[in-house]
C-alpha cells in the first residue's frame, strides 16, 4: 500500500485527498519491469543455478533513486565485472547444438568445438559458447579423460597404448592425456592382471587352430588392445597352455 505523507497547500479537488499526497512505500525489490526481471532470473538460474537465482531474489537491492539500476547477486561472479554482452541468434543457436551433443554423450572441448565449427557458426560464437560450458563445469577435458581411462580399463580392457590412441581421437589434447595417464598410472601387478584376463577370455575362441596359428592370432589382438613387450608373450603362452591349445 502506499504511505500518505502530509504536504501543506494541497488543493482540494486536485485528485488528491485534501493535504496529503500519496507516494508509493520504497519496495525492496529492483524496479526492472516485471518481464525483464523474470528473464534475468530465469538467464541466472540457466547460468549458475537455482541457488544462484534465489540469492539473486533475495539480494536485489531496492533502488535508492529513480536512476539507480537494479544489480543482481550472482555467486562467485565480480560486482564490477562488465555485464554480458546480449545473445544472438548465432549464439543461442551454438548452445543448443552444444548442449543437445552433451545430453546424448560425454564429450571433450575438441569433439564439442568440431561440432560447432562444422554448424557454420562464427567462431565468437563457438569460443564464446566454449567458455561458458568451461566456467559451467560442463566441459572438463581432463575430467572427461579421466572418466574415459576408467571405462577403457574396466569394459574393454585396454592397455595404456591404445588409450592413448583413443584419446587422441576423441580430441583430447597431448598434454592432458600425458598428465591424466600419469595420475591414473596402474601398478604393474594391476596391468598384468588385466592383460591375462583379456588374453585368457580370448585364447578360449581360438581352440580349433593350431598352435602357432592361434599364437599369431591372439598375439596380434592384444597389440591392438595395447599390450606390448615381454608381459604379452608371457600372458599369450599362459593363455593358450590353458585353453589346451599345443
Given at each position: 500500500?502506499?504511505?500518505?505523507?502530509?504536504?501543506?497547500?494541497?488543493?482540494?479537488?486536485?485528485?488528491?485527498q485534501?493535504?496529503?499526497?500519496?507516494?508509493?512505500?520504497?519496495?525492496?525489490?529492483s524496479?526492472?519491469?516485471?518481464?525483464?526481471?523474470?528473464?534475468?532470473?530465469?538467464?541466472?538460474?540457466?547460468?549458475?543455478g537455482?541457488?544462484?537465482?534465489?540469492?539473486?531474489?533475495?539480494?536485489?537491492?531496492?533502488?535508492?533513486?529513480?536512476?539507480?539500476?537494479?544489480?543482481w547477486?550472482v555467486?562467485g561472479?565480480?560486482?564490477d565485472?562488465?555485464?554480458?554482452?546480449?545473445?544472438?541468434?548465432?549464439?543461442?543457436?551454438?548452445?543448443?547444438?552444444?548442449?543437445?551433443?552433451?545430453?546424448?554423450?560425454?564429450?571433450?572441448?575438441?569433439?564439442?568445438?568440431?561440432?560447432?565449427?562444422?554448424?557454420?557458426?562464427?567462431?565468437?560464437?563457438?569460443?564464446?559458447?566454449?567458455e561458458?560450458?568451461?566456467?559451467?563445469?560442463?566441459?572438463?577435458?581432463?575430467?572427461?579423460?579421466?572418466?574415459?581411462?576408467?571405462?577403457?580399463?574396466?569394459?574393454?580392457g585396454?592397455?595404456?597404448?591404445?588409450?592413448?590412441?583413443?584419446?587422441?581421437?576423441?580430441?583430447?589434447?597431448?598434454?592432458?592425456?600425458?598428465?591424466?595417464l600419469?595420475?591414473?598410472?596402474?601398478?604393474?601387478?594391476?596391468?598384468?592382471?588385466?592383460?591375462?584376463?583379456?588374453?585368457?577370455?580370448?585364447?578360449?575362441?581360438?581352440?580349433?587352430?593350431a598352435?602357432?596359428?592361434?599364437?599369431?592370432?591372439?598375439?596380434?589382438?592384444?597389440?591392438?588392445?595395447?599390450?606390448?613387450?615381454?608381459?604379452?608373450?608371457?600372458?599369450?603362452?599362459?593363455?593358450?597352455?590353458?585353453?589346451?591349445?599345443?
Amino acid at each position: 500500500m502506499g504511505e500518505l505523507l502530509q504536504f501543506p497547500g494541497n488543493r482540494a479537488g486536485s485528485g488528491q485527498q485534501e493535504g496529503v499526497e500519496q507516494r508509493s512505500a520504497p519496495s525492496g525489490r529492483s524496479r526492472l519491469p516485471r518481464p525483464v526481471r523474470e528473464q534475468t532470473l530465469a538467464d541466472i538460474e540457466r547460468i549458475a543455478g537455482p541457488e544462484a537465482r534465489r540469492r539473486a531474489e533475495d539480494g536485489a537491492p531496492g533502488a535508492a533513486d529513480a536512476e539507480d539500476e537494479a544489480q543482481w547477486a550472482v555467486p562467485g561472479v565480480d560486482a564490477d565485472a562488465p555485464a554480458p554482452l546480449p545473445r544472438t541468434r548465432t549464439s543461442r543457436r551454438a548452445e543448443n547444438v552444444a548442449i543437445a551433443a552433451l545430453t546424448r554423450h560425454d564429450a571433450s572441448e575438441g569433439e564439442i568445438r568440431a561440432k560447432l565449427v562444422a554448424k557454420g557458426l562464427p567462431p565468437e560464437d563457438v569460443e564464446g559458447e566454449l567458455e561458458r560450458l568451461r566456467q559451467s563445469g560442463l566441459l572438463d577435458d581432463a575430467a572427461f579423460a579421466a572418466r574415459l581411462v576408467d571405462r577403457l580399463r574396466e569394459r574393454k580392457g585396454l592397455g595404456d597404448q591404445a588409450i592413448r590412441s583413443t584419446l587422441r581421437g576423441r580430441l583430447v589434447p597431448q598434454d592432458v592425456i600425458d598428465a591424466v595417464l600419469v595420475e591414473q598410472a596402474e601398478d604393474e601387478e594391476t596391468a598384468e592382471a588385466r592383460l591375462q584376463e583379456v588374453a585368457d577370455e580370448r585364447a578360449r575362441r581360438l581352440g580349433s587352430l593350431a598352435f602357432d596359428v592361434a599364437e599369431r592370432r591372439l598375439a596380434a589382438y592384444l597389440m591392438r588392445k595395447g599390450y606390448s613387450g615381454s608381459s604379452l608373450r608371457t600372458a599369450v603362452r599362459s593363455a593358450l597352455e590353458g585353453a589346451g591349445i599345443r
